[in-house]
């Protein structure tokens, strides 16, 4: 009987150590988005200056999100992460509509992923 206690006690905390990191990942994978969604629709509209001010407020969150993401997922995502936000920022810089709109929908995609990819499915498992 204490032989069963034990491990529906170690399923549970391998469950909740699984499910912890997963939530705190989509949770900012969906803020992450909806500033792009909302900084896609302002490059498309033209808004430049407005477009450097969202760039600057989503660049501060994914540095403190980065904090967060580097001790649980791959580090190859997070450069590529910031490596389409420098691109972004400089695309901005020199009003390139199609650039900028290219990459906003690069960076939301590769945010997304992070939290598909991190989603605990038996098929992420094996």
Do not use: C
């Not at 629709?41 to 989503?58: L, P, R």
């Amino acid at each position: 009987m204490k032989t069963e206690g034990l491990l529906v006690v170690g399923v549970a905390l391998i469950l909740g150590l699984s499910i912890a990191p997963y939530m705190m990942i989509h949770n900012a994978s969906i803020d992450l988005a909806s500033s792009l969604d909302s900084m896609q629709q302002t490059i498309s509209q033209g808004q430049w200056d407005k477009a450097k001010e969202q760039i600057s407020s989503t660049h501060d969150s994914w540095t403190k999100t980065k904090r967060t993401w580097s001790s649980i997922i791959d580090h190859q995502e997070i450069d590529n992460i910031d490596i389409s936000m420098s691109k972004l920022e400089q695309y901005v810089e020199t009003k390139a509509l199609s650039l900028s709109a290219g990459e906003v929908s690069t960076l939301k995609q590769l945010v997304e992923h992070i939290a598909d990819k991190e989603k605990p499915t038996l098929t992420n498992v094996f």
